[in-house]
């Protein structure tokens, strides 16, 4: 068994060329651009991972692995269309660099490219891995727009929420896991539970992520803290706030998220402390990090086998909260 | 044999119904209301009709058909937005009446149902269908880009023209015919066959779409006459001019086009018919429709069988020019 360091490093090696044609440069360039500003390949890594649980990693893996990593970076191109974010990962956003029009092709073009490097597997498989993708990419894309949805709207309720994100960023992490099973010949009990463990790690990341953009350690984060706040992103913690504040914090809670006070980021957080968001978003997490646990608990293959998912799931969440 | 008539009622029939979930609503609607804005369905009856040379029309084949008309409206939708067009067949486009984020969105989320349509072909069949659609679908956003590309180019040759027509529109119909004949278990020669007989009258329909712009009957074209001239808009006609006129014709026709001013239309027209752009156009449109149709004679199947699809040629070809 590969531990993710090492599966990370074999994709790597794997992805780490160019995956389109030279011409027309004014689009291939612009798709290869955003794959060469990084990411973590959490992913892909999970389609190996999943797949050795059940024996050798095959070829088949390889082209399903690379297949979601570029339709993770279709959908990080259209959404910084749509969001209109200058930067990605301290590099300029796709659009930002080659304009609008070039990035809505680059990113229309690496969906297709995604559906070709699928066409790559035996051809037994091809049925089954191209519904449960084309399932998620129709997923992933509803919860952009929900996301969208909710900030027109003044209230948001916390199962709404919790489906968008879902959508928006858990069930490609769960796919991933589910499609590296499929392809690793499991049995359909087993899919499933892999694919709860995808999706239960993908909302306690989420979860940690909100957090730590609120009360983690600057150093240690990498971002500036506070950012969800100054944008009036909803966040789990802000969501979560909103239902449990007395009519005086709501007041003030809204009066603060509709204005641009300069001390606004210290006087959120006084109220996410008062009503002690901090705790209710640790226990979540560790609730979806158990229940993913227990899905890979479940999955019936030897234990020794799970070590390095159990690992990853700990790399993922490992960061103070 | 079927006309393209009867078999345009039934892919209506087939077609008309709601190709989308309920919700989330803002993004299902928008990708549901250009399906609702008609059309010819000219690539998708073609799929019947070239599956209809070599037997029975299959159920495979609708889903094919289905699918090129989801894979059309998806490029029509992100078109739309690119070029900032504000109608459609005399309608709003989805992004001006749902707004560009979504429109991109329901333009996404279009091009994924057209893979899962193409999902539900027999399994023999899948890869190979899967290869040409995925291939077309490239090459389609490569002429989207190359089209944008000319606009900023003051010259672009005759050939690079043709090149980037043939991506932009023509290989979708070549692919459309090509589908047809693999589904009807054709041979390769076959499929070849119907693939140019597509690409050619694919060119001849851009060809007099080009030509009745600048010379129809405005009664009979049912759009403004001279709007690709008013719009600085590269055209067959255009291309072809600039690559014939004289210093002083080119000189005239430059400046015409950097201008607006009032008798635009008529003096580039003049121009045209001077250098006889009109002509050569009509035969190079017929050039196009011969290949085409000689493609279709060395098809190797009954002569009788190939009479609806020489009818659907006519029947593209036979406004005045």
Tied chains: 1, 2.
């Excluded at 600057?218 to 950012?227: D, L, N, S």
């Excluded at 030897?302 to 159990?310: D, P, Q, Y």
Aim: include cysteine; proline fraction near 2%.
């Amino acid at each position: 068994m590969h531990s993710f360091a090492e599966l990370s490093a074999k994709f790597e090696t794997y992805f780490n060329k160019r995956h389109f044609p030279d011409t027309p440069a004014t689009l291939y360039d612009a798709a290869q651009y955003i794959l060469r500003i990084g990411g973590k390949r959490v992913r892909p890594v999970s389609v190996l991972m999943a797949n050795e649980l059940f024996g050798e990693i095959t070829a088949d893996a390889y082209s399903v692995a690379l297949a979601i990593e570029l339709f993770h970076n279709f959908s990080l191109i259209h959404d910084d269309i749509m969001d209109k974010a200058p930067l990605r990962r301290g590099m300029e956003t796709v659009h930002t660099k080659y304009g609008d029009a070039t990035a809505l092709l680059a990113g229309d073009v690496m969906l297709v490219a995604a559906y070709e490097q699928l066409n790559n597997i035996s051809h037994s498989k091809l049925h089954d891995i191209l519904k449960l993708f084309s399932k998620t990419a129709r997923e992933v894309c509803e919860g952009q727009q929900l996301d969208m949805d909710f900030e027109k709207q003044e209230s948001v309720i916390f199962d709404d929420y919790l489906q968008m994100i879902t959508l928006k960023t858990s069930v490609l992490l769960a796919a991933s896991f589910k499609l590296g099973a499929i392809l690793g010949g499991a049995s359909a009990g087993n899919q499933d539970h892999l694919y709860e463990v995808g999706k239960y790690l993908g909302i306690a990341f989420q979860v940690q992520d909100d957090y730590l953009d609120a009360f983690g350690d600057p150093e240690k984060f990498g971002k500036q803290i506070g950012g969800d706040i100054l944008a009036n992103k909803k966040t789990f913690l802000l969501i979560h706030a909103l239902s449990v504040v007395d009519e005086a914090q709501k007041k003030e809670l809204t009066l603060l998220l509709n204005g641009n006070s300069e001390d606004k980021i210290e006087r959120v957080l006084k109220i996410y402390s008062a009503c002690k968001v901090g705790e209710w978003a640790s226990t979540l997490k560790q609730t979806c990090l158990d229940k993913a646990i227990k899905h890979l608990e479940e999955t019936a293959v030897l234990h020794s086998r799970k070590v390095e998912i159990e690992n990853l799931a700990r790399y993922l969440l490992q960061r103070e909260s």
